[in-house]
């Protein structure tokens, strides 16, 4: 198995200090992570939230790529209805060609109606834009002859796009799906797929049967590099700590449905996909071995990518390296 | 006096090196350049010219900002009618954040004909569409309440942009100027002006004298470290060099000229603006006493911040920190 994270920062208005805090402390964590074994960092890109969460997740992905050496640098998810996609392109490259090829590059068409409002963007566009614009930026990417485009959103003329992507054709594409339908889609479309930290087990391990069977019908062979699974992680030593990591995790979930009233990847939020009231059984609550049986049963399940929810204390993530990853196929690094 | 870099890196599609040669040359030269005692870079922002310019500037300068830890990290220019204000205002915050306060804003309105061509924008939009923009990006950095915009060109509803600026109230902002009007309107307006690299020092002098009575008019005071006047550099030590310094430099100004139909700054290309044929009298060229007694000359007119155009070898920047910055009111770092 491998291990990325996936989360944001904050970096509010009106902070007081005098540089963010909030990045730096993400910064100080990636390069930690970096050197604890973890595959990638996945970023949030939100906008106009008034809680200072990432909006311009290229650019910290870039200085990001300055500060580490092997450690892949995604974004979970940039929302292509709001970018112009060739200046998305010129953008998702120069970082891939900075980072020496290591952008896993996010995508997704919006969820949140409120960001939907804001940009002015018609909710129902977004599957429309989504698709012209993942036509330009791949055109943008792979282009090597001028080209126009006149579609419905954009428009250019006699234009070729720098500066080249490292990784041949292009970096990996990833994209959140929930529902069977789109996990299907994802599969055929040739995307590598995010599943969200939000569904139960059983109903994980149906998305992981869905996936394959796609990727059968589509010729795809099936590569479980190409499958992250998000999950929020908590090491939990005693019963008392347990029921409270349960209890924080569920209000959690509750403030998100209530605050954007939808959860990414949850079409319709249908409860089957969270878990079981007073369990919060989507995510890997316990101490180490309870946090490696459950793992152990998602590698039965055969995933083998998990994006672990940036906790909020760093010293989940150092245990989680030399306690638990060294016990799944050698990944993490041992400290002395 | 002070001494600044501008240019660019050229990262070109189809070019065989695994990693971006000019990028990385470029970040080398940056980094070098600090330590030489240089104050600022400032990067060029082109599209579509197939010829491999930096195209996601703020990007590129996000990665120098982790690279290095006092050059200012400045854009010459951001093009706004190319892009959306507020995901801009966003990218720019984020760097003025990153690299702790370090960014000065070059912004423009447009001049090549081809971009404005590739982008599908009127020419004749450029500078209600620049107004536009300039005023949302200002709003977007300083205000700490909601707001909606709807514009000719741009909308948005009840938006708060993150994360905050580092500089307050604002990262400076620059732009060029050429014709008398220009530069009365930049002085006006609060904005810090760019002196391009092509008109001959009577003209530049009078720009000068222009900008100061705009300011007294105004009732801004002047400040020399608002003013920085663009010169390429070369140290040729003989007649021979000299000779061949000025054709190529007379060459190259040609090719731009035929390349794009104008100059950034040169309204109109009135020819009393590039320099008298065959001295190529715009540009530094000479021994080292040759370009010191030029740049007292510019001293004299009232400029203290040169930016020089990033010459094709690093040496040139060695030779005019070590040799010429410290003959200067101390600037550069002597080398043992």
Redesign the interface.
Known sequence: MKFGLFGGAI?????ET???QG?GRLIDLVQEAEELGYHSIFLVEH????A?????T???L??????TERIRLGTAVTVLP???P??LA??A???D??S?GRLDFGIGKGYRDVEF????VPKEEAQERFDESLGLILKSWTS?E?FSHDGKYW??????????V?QKPHPPLWTGAGTDESIARVAGAGLNVLFDQFAGFPRTGERLRVWRAACARSGRPFDPMQVGLARAVVIAEDRRAYEAAVQTREQRVARMVGAYGALPGVAGNQPETYAEPGRASDALIGDPEEVLRRLRELERMGFEYILILLPDDVETLRRFAREIMPELQGEGVPVA
Do not use: C, M
């Open positions: 970096a509010r208005r009106g902070d005098p540089d963010s990045y906008h106009f939230t008034g200072g969460q990432i909006s311009a290229l650019n910290l870039t200085y990001l790529a300055a500060k709001w970018h112009d060739v200046l010129e953008q490259a120069t970082l060609l900075l020496r409002e804001s940009f002015r090597d001028r428009r250019y003329s006699d234009i070729v796009v720098e500066p080249p490292l």
